[in-house]
């Protein structure tokens, strides 16, 4: 009896069986006709990949075990021991960890480039600089950079630009078209959905670039499991309905809080009043994305007293669920810089991360006004 599953069915094992030692070796002549071994590509884990890449407009790219080890993979894609990375430093504190605490360890040096500056590297490029990373929008101020605009700068330098897309999503915006170089997601968030997978996702705009993205996934053991594969691409499919809901509460939540008494600031870049929101809409087709900040008072109590009074926006450390929550950048994403960088960046203890669901927004906003009041 011949099957023909319409959704691909949870490849859940470790080794796939050959023949002979003929097959065996037909295998090392041609690696993609067939798999082998999880660890070096599965049917789920290449569908994610294969799918992302599509959104992306890449020629390839691998699915991770998390977003920290898709960041990890595209700056392996292009640095070796001695070379030198340059960093927004409008970055995902994660991002930060790993430049500072561990490629350190393999002499992998890092300068971090004010977001005011990234259009003028000359200062920061060093012989043996190779990349720099940044964000389309920016965790957890939601600065926009001008993909276009870098990507020209960076080339000037024979830079390559690694671009993280976790917060707009290829919805809004596709890196590549614009000139980057990688670009990445932590697939937990947006691209899966649902709060309940961890994984990530790396495209490459060149070809050979994809291919070392597939040997550093394969030896450093990288490879998403089958399972976790299966819940993206389950996520993904929903992917386009999804990002608007959020982009339209968002939005809405967004023009409640900058009209709160309560609320000192408010960085969306769906405002007219933010800095790059001509440059938002363009770069995002009109929609600015479900990831919003605003400050209250700098006092802790008062945060405290606002995690606790709301009832639809749990405390968590996370985002891009289709339920909404807030969380704390000094106290989780950024507790690992130094106080300096905190407040050169804005991170203050009155700073809050607000994730917008896809719930009936006027439920969230009644919520957000009694926790405020």
Same mark, same amino acid.
């Given at each position: ?29 041609s690696?993609?006709?067939?798999y ?5 590509g599965?049917?789920n884990? !290449?569908?994610?990949?294969?799918? *992302? %890449?599509?959104?992306?407009a =890449?020629a390839?790219?691998?699915?991770? $075990?998390?977003?920290? &080890?898709a ?10 021991a ?5 960093c927004?430093a409008d970055?995902?504190?994660g991002?930060?960890s ?9 002499n ?10 990234l259009y ?6 060093k ?21 276009r605009?870098?990507?020209?700068e960076?080339?000037r330098y ?22 980057? !170089?990688?670009?990445?997601?932590? *697939? %937990?968030k947006?691209?899966? =959905? ?5 994984? $990530?996702?790396?495209? &490459? ?7 070392r993205?597939?040997?550093?996934g394969?030896?450093?053991g990288?490879t ?45 870049p ?22 919003l ?23 968590a450390?996370s985002?891009?669920? *289709?339920?909404?929550?807030?969380s ?8 690992y810089?130094?106080?300096e ?26 919520d ?6």
């Open positions: 009896m011949e099957i023909h599953p319409k959704i691909t069915p949870i490849y859940q094992t470790s080794v796939f069986k050959f023949e002979d030692l003929h097959e065996l070796e037909s295998y090392f002549e690696p993609e006709s067939r082998m071994y999880s660890r070096n599965n049917p884990s !290449d569908e994610l990949a294969n799918a *992302v %890449t599509k959104l992306e =890449g390839g790219g691998i699915a991770t $075990g998390s977003g920290m &080890a960041i990890f993979a595209a700056l392996l894609a292009y640095c070796q001695g070379d030198h990375v340059l927004a970055i995902y504190g991002s930060s790993l430049l500072n605490a561990e490629l350190s360890r393999m992998i040096t890092v300068t971090y480039v004010p977001f005011d500056a003028s590297l000359a200062e920061f490029v012989p043996t600089t190779r990349v720099l990373l940044a964000e389309t929008i920016s965790n957890p101020l939601l600065r926009v950079a001008d993909l605009q870098l990507a020209e960076c080339h024979g830079l390559k630009l690694i671009v993280d897309n976790t917060f707009a999503s290829p919805i809004l915006t596709r890196p590549l078209a614009l000139g980057a !170089d990688i670009t990445l997601h932590s *697939v %937990t947006y691209i899966a =959905g649902h709060s309940d997978v961890t994984a $990530g996702a790396v495209v &490459a705009a060149d070809p050979d670039v994809a291919v993205l597939k040997e550093i394969m030896h450093y990288l998403l499991s089958p399972m976790e594969s299966w819940l993206a691409v389950r996520g993904l499919k929903t992917l386009h309905l999804r990002i608007r809901q959020h982009c339209l509460n968002a939005m809405a939540i967004a023009e409640f809080l900058n009209q709160h008494p309560s609320v000192a600031a408010v960085y969306y769906g405002l007219p009043t933010h800095p790059q929101h001509v440059l938002a809409a363009e770069q995002g087709k009109g929609l600015f994305g479900g990831m900040s605003f400050k209250i008072a700098d006092e802790a109590e008062k945060v405290n007293q606002l995690m606790r009074r709301s009832q639809r926006f749990p405390f450390p985002l891009a669920g *289709v339920d909404s929550s807030l704390y950048p000094l106290g989780t994403s950024h507790r810089l130094t106080p960088q905190q407040q050169q960046l804005g991170i203050t203890t009155g700073l809050i991360r607000l994730s917008a669901g896809i719930e009936p927004v006027d439920e969230l906003i009644a957000l006004e009694q926790a405020l009041a």
